[in-house]
């Protein structure tokens, strides 16, 4: 397959199976995931291998897997028109993300937050996993040269890092490029954040000052995309809030972290802004702020909850999907990734450069 000269507009994300997806995952990424397959060609992966950068169990792990792909179908991911599959099914993703752990310094990783957060105090315990995923992001996008990227804002700087990698493999290999017919000698676009959902960091129910994770430990922190009723407006109950009734401006949030991120969840459910939420309920009590964001919630995530229940049923189906999506993954990557070897000078038959097989050597005459 001949490559593009340059990367068509082309759209990759991808969440991790590391436990329940919730409602930072579905306000902050997936309804723009879904907004996007109006006007692009678009690529969601489940990335599995992101997810044992921490320990998973290994009999959990398929389910979840299972589950976050129930979650892109029920949220309006259509895997006829995109492509839906787990990464580890397309192994370029790992073999490009080795080549660049060669291209990317350990100076850039060693300011990812995202790594300082997640290891802790403990970093000498941290797996090598969790320091090397920006690179395996890196990979999982520009396997398919993917010009944009759907994500929440927590995300920012591992995009920021996926473009220096691009950037430094287009330099360091310019000239290879450039022989390979890519006059431009820019072979990785380097890719756009789409930081665009309704609600692009929505923060623990728990604490407003740490973003909601499929990884904190307490689940009372998150509304999962798989609770019911009854529990969505249990954990919105027993939200943390402060003391104080409601602001009549967006000003009167500063300083209450707590009660802002409750404002822009009810503001991202309504499709309002925030100013004109608390223009309706300015002095009111949380009780009855609380009550109606339960209400709104419940009514917004039943469709959601109630199709992923239905498609999870049948897990044979959603097996089907990921093979099938995994396949037409790997027609695209398949060509990038050996285009990428040969730029990089790796030795296979057929390659430019590579010498034909000799018949003595192989035993036979060479096919003429
Ligand atoms: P983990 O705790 O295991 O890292 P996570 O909740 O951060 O899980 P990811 O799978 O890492 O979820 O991220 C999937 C997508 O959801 C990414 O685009 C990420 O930016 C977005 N996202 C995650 N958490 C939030 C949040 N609290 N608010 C908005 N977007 C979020
Ligand atoms: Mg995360």
């Given at each position: 397959m001949k490559l593009p000269q340059t990367p068509q507009p082309r759209v990759f994300s991808g969440m991790q199976p590391s436990g329940n997806l919730h409602?930072?995952?579905?306000?902050?990424?997936?309804?723009?995931?879904?907004?996007?397959?109006?006007?692009?060609?678009?690529?969601?992966?489940?990335?599995?291998?992101?997810?044992?950068?921490?320990?998973?169990?290994?009999?959990e792990l398929k389910d979840a897997i299972r589950q976050v792909v129930a979650a892109y179908i029920a949220a309006g991911v259509d895997p006829k028109t995109s492509i839906l599959f787990n990464q580890s099914q397309v192994p370029e993703h790992a073999e490009l993300a080795w080549i660049f752990n060669c291209v990317a310094r350990l100076g850039w990783l060693s300011r990812m937050t995202q790594f300082k957060e997640k290891a802790g105090r403990d970093r000498e315990n941290a797996s090598v996993g969790l320091y090397a995923y920006p690179v395996l992001m890196a990979a999982d996008i520009l396997a398919y040269?993917?010009?944009?990227?759907?994500?929440?804002?927590?995300?920012?700087?591992?995009?920021?890092?996926?473009r220096d990698i691009a950037q430094k493999f287009n330099g360091d290999f310019a000239e290879a490029i450039r022989a390979a017919g890519f006059a431009s000698g820019a072979f990785f676009p380097l890719c756009e954040p789409v930081i665009m959902g309704p609600a692009t960091r929505v923060m623990s129910l728990r604490d407003g000052?740490?973003?909601?994770?499929?990884?904190?430990?307490?689940?009372?922190?998150?509304?999962?995309?798989?609770?019911d009723a009854d529990a969505i407006a249990r954990k919105i109950q027993k939200a943390k809030t402060d003391a104080e009734p409601l602001p009549s401006e967006e000003a009167g949030l500063a300083g209450r972290p707590e009660a802002d991120n409750l404002v822009g969840i009810f503001a991202a459910f309504a499709a309002k802004s925030k100013a004109a939420v608390l223009d309706d309920f300015a002095g009111a009590q949380f009780s009855t702020f609380k009550k109606a964001l339960a209400e709104l919630a419940i009514a917004r995530l039943a469709p959601v909850t109630g199709e992923m229940k239905r498609l999870?049923?049948?897990?044979?189906?959603?097996?089907?999907?990921?093979?099938?999506?995994?396949?037409?993954?790997?027609?695209?990557?398949?060509?990038?990734?050996?285009?990428?070897?040969?730029?990089?000078?790796?030795?296979?038959?057929?390659?430019?450069?590579?010498?034909?097989?000799e018949g003595h050597l192989r035993g036979k005459t060479p096919a003429r």
């Open positions: 409602l930072g995952n579905y306000l902050g990424a997936m309804v723009q995931w879904v907004e996007m397959q109006k006007s692009h060609e678009c690529i969601y992966c489940v990335v599995d291998m992101h997810a044992i950068t921490v320990w998973q169990e290994p009999k040269r993917a010009t944009h990227v759907p994500v929440g804002d927590d995300q920012k700087q591992h995009l920021e890092l996926c000052t740490r973003k909601m994770s499929k990884s904190e430990p307490s689940d009372m922190s998150r509304i999962n995309l798989s609770d999870l049923a049948d897990p044979a189906v959603i097996d089907r999907t990921l093979a099938s999506g995994a396949e037409r993954a790997r027609a695209i990557a398949g060509p990038i990734v050996t285009q990428v070897k040969d730029i990089v000078g790796f030795l296979r038959p057929g390659a430019p450069g590579a010498r034909p097989a």
